[in-house]
């Protein structure tokens, strides 16, 4: 399967997107360990806003890598973009590792962000555009498997080995680097091909198809329906009503999606999560275990998503995370002698939930939902509502736990829970077995 080969290349991002959060997380505490052992050092003074800004600084260079795609993504194409936003991941990688400033870090880990944001976007629409749709369920959910595994393997890599956190951004380049390299054989996404060339562009697009393993007949077939579809858009006028509203609904349910994703304390969990076992009593072991479960819990979603379909998992999953915050909330304000463990098994039935649901299926959903000459605007708009809503979360967590405590906080992020599951069973449309151009013309074009 040629198009795998290509899928597993643009996989990648989301990779290092898991790799760096888990360093970053890993970077958190050993920083605060360090000042209360007294140690000299820039990183041992950084305190407040610094230490905040050391956790945001990817997030705002996400922000600012996704609002250039929105510029640049359908002029470059999507191989480009990918390149574009290799060399960004190698050199924030390298500023981040080799840093003797907070300054320096600062600007490595803004660098490697915009990488992130440019490259979580191209991912999304690569893999929408070369995966066959009896496929597309699998691989759109496996971003949020590697981005898993890719916590994972930083979070097991610093606790066998007690890696210093140079090490951990420096396995950073290591990854990025031999991608950087695998972007430049990456063939073109065909579907952009006809986007930019239309008919000029169907012999291209129908050898690039046939490239990525699809037989000669169903190439040419899909390139005459693609062909179709941007004809009779052009016909119909770009302001045609029906089509400002189809683009609408999906543009709407993609946002809301990411929201929900993100504003039930996700980015929280995950960038402090080794402080939260920290003041919970849990050794190094707690957070291994936790991205241990978040794996398989995510193989397990992906590979059932083309059986059980889209809203089945995220009604599932969404129901899981609603009642572990709850009783997150009521564990941290009775405080039982048995927190510790208590705090474990509820992190990971939150996991568990989120990675059955909001986790995998989003992804999946945001590179299905657009219709083509859409697809890069709207990628771009709900991209980057993720990753300002997680800047929002991240930032605001030692606010609102210093201002509200730790059981109000997580019964904030249960009640948008329930908000989330009621929104995906009113709005949330099943796209189970439909082609891209199937889901424009069934679903959103009504």
């Not at 190698?90 to 992130?116: D, H, K, P, Q, Y």
């Not at 029906?242 to 999606?257: P, T, Y």
């Not at 479960?293 to 899981?320: C, D, M, Y």
């Not at 509200?404 to 069973?425: N, P, R, T």
Request: charge should be neutral; aromatic fraction near 12%; proline fraction near 3%.
């Amino acid at each position: 399967m040629a198009w795998f080969r290509s899928f597993c290349t643009a996989a990648v991002v989301p990779l290092l997107y898991g790799m760096e959060v888990g360093a970053t997380s890993n970077v958190l505490k050993t920083f605060q360990g360090m000042r209360e052992h007294g140690i000299n050092s820039w990183e041992a003074d950084l305190t407040g806003m610094k230490l905040s800004a050391v956790a945001c600084g990817a997030l705002l260079g996400a922000i600012s890598g996704t609002l250039t795609a929105i510029q640049i993504a359908d002029r470059l194409g999507r191989k480009k973009e990918l390149i574009t936003a290799a060399l960004f991941l190698v050199i924030g990688g390298v500023l981040s590792s080799l840093a003797n400033s907070f300054n320096l870090f600062f600007l490595g880990r803004a660098l490697f962000g915009v990488g992130e944001g440019i490259g979580m976007h191209a991912a999304l629409l690569y893999t929408g555009e070369i995966v066959p749709a009896r496929w597309r369920g699998f691989c759109g959910g496996s971003i949020e498997v590697v981005w898993v595994v890719g916590m994972f393997l930083i979070n097991l890599l610093g606790m066998m080995t007690n890696n210093s956190w140079r090490e951990s951004y420096f396995s950073l380049v290591v990854v990025s680097t031999p991608f950087l390299a695998a972007c430049f054989i990456l063939p073109e996404s065909p579907r952009w091909i006809m986007l930019n060339r239309g008919s000029e562009g169907l012999a291209e697009a129908a050898f690039t198809f046939r490239k990525l393993g699809s037989p000669e007949q169903e190439s040419i077939d899909v390139c005459n329906q693609i062909l179709d579809g941007l004809q009779k858009d052009e016909e119909e006028g770009a302001l045609n009503i029906k089509n400002e509203g189809g683009s609408r609904k999906a543009l709407i349910v993609g946002i809301v999606l990411v929201l929900f994703q993100q504003l039930t304390g996700q980015p929280t969990i995950l960038y402090h999560m080794g402080e939260i076992f920290y003041r919970a009593g849990v050794g190094e072991g707690g957070p291994v275990v936790v991205t241990a479960v978040k794996t398989i819990a995510t193989v397990i979603a992906v590979s059932q998503v083309e059986n059980f379909g889209r809203r089945p998992l995220l009604l599932t999953g969404t129901s899981i995370m609603g009642i572990s915050l709850l009783f997150l909330s009521v564990a941290y304000s009775i405080q039982p002698p048995f927190l510790q463990h208590f705090v474990i098994l509820l992190f990971t039935t939150y996991v568990i939930g989120y990675q059955t649901g909001f986790g995998p299926v989003t992804w999946l959903l945001l590179s299905e939902l657009f219709p083509l000459k859409e697809r890069a605007r709207t990628t771009s708009i709900c991209t980057l509502t993720n990753f300002c809503a997680n800047w929002v979360v991240l930032f605001g967590f030692d606010f609102v736990r210093v201002w509200f405590g730790d059981s109000l906080q997580y019964a904030m992020y249960s009640v948008l829970a329930l908000l989330g599951l009621v929104f995906v069973y009113l709005r949330v449309p099943e796209t189970k077995g439909l082609t891209l151009e199937d889901i424009d013309q069934r679903i959103f074009a009504m």
